[in-house]
């Protein structure tokens, strides 16, 4: 009268062969979409430029290679812990990669034990880097903040980030 119904059986097939030919054509759509949003969010980075030169500048000082005395210490972004020691009078330069506009936020009791050198944020024409200098002028600690942010034309679309780079300085 009433017929056992046999228990449905669970394909052994992988879930990759089952996917069909459209599933691949939404993936790789989507993946387009996704490449030309990235694009257009990047299009106005970097070093926007004219004929006349660039008019976004990455450092807040003049366009120059720095003529400065040998350094005692230069702090890069790639200083271990950016962290690195120097003696009274001795020069002391932070170097950051000219590919981001960068602003030195340092409030100016943190950085009471060393005096300004030359103009603040040069740019280094030769190098490409942003440059910083300073003379160790006490003993102490001195922390150096700098916040990059991209390098857009004005009215430009222009990812909004912010990266902060801090040194410290440590002076004997």
Known sequence: MFERQRPTQIPTTPVWHLQTEWHWIARAKWLSAALALAALLFAGCGVAST???PTVKPCPGP?????????ALILT???PNRTGGAQVGELVVVEVASTTKWTLTT???SLSNLTPQAEQGVFDTQHHLCVWSWRARSAGTAIISLTGT????????CPAY????TF???VS
Request: charged share 10%; hydrophobic share 40%; aromatic share 0%.
């Open 51 to 53: 004929p006349a030169g």
């Open 107 to 109: 409030s100016s009791s």
């Open 168 to 170: 410290t300085v440590n």
């Open 162 to 165: 912010a990266a902060l780079m």
């Open 63 to 71: 366009q120059e290679t720095p003529v400065l005395a040998t350094p």
């Open 77 to 79: 972004a790639n200083t």
């Open 150 to 157: 991209a390098l857009c034309e004005p009215e430009k679309a």
